[in-house]
């Protein structure tokens, strides 16, 4: 999973993206991984992995992972070559989903570039850089797509569609909202785009330690956040980045300590990893064994084979059946022959779903 932060400057996206990153890197016992001074790759913590592994005597635990890149130079007119134009937006157009982190704290120190704090204008600001980065994209593939519509129905088609969405974007629309019909054609045209304003979002409502232990409820900036996200199909989660700042420093029993003392049961990390699986319709099956215990993540809905897919194309191609135990069972029972013997292991073929904490052995031939 691929994640990208944005945000306007001091509304504290670098300091979290800093945190998260080491703080995700060090839960985990996951080496952190710099691919360049702003993609941070940290571990979803997931202390299944731990048990599982005591159970099978692992040598190895590989966690799942998240790559976060932090797009730098987002500012007012990004889109128009302002700060550092449009070169920050090639970072983002992988990604699975945008956190947009947005100020919800007030403090005379720290400047906001437009002079007051205002969640629901700096949302619309980035939205707008995003929408006009969206546009250039539709004019290219528009230019293109004419070529040969004049002789191609389909190509028409397409073109006639693509029209109608930058006209929408135009109205200064994101291209989530656009009333496309249940046409598969044009569900595909639409994702195919790749659009930025196409992808789910995920708000990081950035608030001051005191507002942390009712998690932002009497925060009316929050509120608001909360609301536009509700309207928008997106997640909310309320983080203080600078208390994430801190816990990054720390060792995972003072972590633990330290939530507590502030009247918190989980960092910001946790939350954004949840509500990130939320959208995008994640779950984590395992697979444990003498060398490695590790977590797979895969789409709700995932059936046997797929999923077997995600560790080799071979064992995919050459499915035959998966051994399925659910992770409380196979704890509770001790071993998987004592969970076979109470019947709890079932043999499951290609039309099986596969469902979040099942601990999986896949047999193939290939």
């Known amino acids: 999973?691929?994640?990208?932060?944005?945000?306007?400057?001091?509304?504290?996206?670098?300091?979290?993206?800093?945190?998260?990153?080491?703080?995700?890197?060090?839960?985990?016992?996951?080496?952190?991984?710099?691919?360049?001074?702003?993609?941070?790759?940290?571990?979803?913590?997931?202390?299944?992995?731990?048990?599982?592994?005591?159970?099978?005597?692992?040598?190895?635990?590989?966690?799942?992972?998240?790559?976060?890149?932090?797009?730098?130079?987002?500012?007012?007119?990004?889109?128009?070559?302002?700060?550092?134009?449009?070169?920050?937006?090639?970072?983002?157009?992988?990604?699975?989903?945008?956190?947009?982190?947005?100020?919800?704290?007030?403090?005379?120190?720290?400047?906001?570039?437009?002079?007051?704090?205002?969640?629901?204008?700096?949302?619309?600001?980035?939205?707008?850089?995003?929408?006009?980065?969206?546009?250039?994209?539709?004019?290219?593939?528009?230019?293109?797509?004419?070529?040969?519509?004049?002789?191609?129905?389909?190509?028409?088609?397409?073109?006639?569609?693509?029209?109608?969405?930058?006209?929408?974007?135009?109205?200064?629309?994101?291209?989530?909202?656009?009333?496309?019909?249940?046409?598969?054609?044009?569900?595909?045209?639409?994702?195919?785009?790749?659009?930025?304003?196409?992808?789910?979002?995920?708000?990081?409502?950035?608030?001051?330690?005191?507002?942390?232990?009712?998690?932002?409820a009497s925060n009316e900036h929050v509120k608001d956040v909360q609301k536009f996200a509700a309207a928008e199909n997106s997640e909310v989660f309320v983080i203080c980045a600078q208390i994430e700042q801190e816990i990054a420093e720390l060792e995972e029993d003072e972590k633990k300590m330290f939530l507590e003392d502030l009247g918190i049961t989980q960092s910001g990390l946790d939350k954004l990893i949840q509500a990130s699986y939320r959208l995008l319709g994640l779950i984590s099956f395992l697979t444990a064994g003498e060398k490695e215990t590790r977590a797979w993540t895969i789409k709700v809905g995932t059936k046997a084979p797929q999923a077997a897919g995600k560790i080799h194309s071979d064992f995919e191609r050459g499915f035959i059946r998966a051994e399925v135990v659910n992770y409380q069972s196979l704890l509770d029972c001790g071993s998987v022959a004592a969970a076979k013997a109470k019947g709890l292991v079932g043999s499951e073929g290609k039309e099986y779903i596969m469902k979040d904490g099942d601990v999986v052995e896949f047999l193939f031939n290939v």
């Open 1 to 216: 999973m691929k994640l990208g932060i944005v945000g306007l400057p001091n509304v504290g996206k670098s300091t979290l993206f800093n945190s998260l990153t080491k703080a995700g890197a060090e839960s985990a016992n996951y080496p952190f991984c710099t691919i360049d001074p702003n993609v941070g790759v940290v571990a979803v913590p997931d202390e299944r992995l731990g048990k599982l592994a005591a159970l099978y005597d692992s040598v190895k635990i590989t966690p799942a992972v998240i790559e976060f890149v932090d797009i730098a130079g987002l500012v007012k007119g990004a889109s128009k070559g302002e700060g550092l134009g449009n070169q920050f937006l090639a970072n983002i157009r992988e990604v699975d989903a945008i956190v947009h982190v947005v100020r919800c704290f007030e403090d005379g120190n720290v400047i906001h570039v437009d002079g007051s704090v205002d969640p629901l204008r700096d949302i619309e600001t980035i939205n707008l850089e995003l929408i006009f980065s969206d546009i250039e994209i539709l004019e290219r593939r528009i230019a293109k797509t004419s070529k040969g519509a004049r002789n191609d129905k389909v190509l028409a088609k397409e073109l006639e569609f693509l029209k109608g969405l930058k006209v929408h974007l135009e109205e200064g629309k994101t291209a989530k909202s656009f009333e496309s019909s249940e046409d598969e054609e044009e569900k595909a045209w639409l994702e195919s785009c790749n659009l930025l304003t196409y992808k789910p979002v995920i708000f990081a409502a950035n608030v001051a330690e005191d507002d942390l232990a009712d998690d932002g």
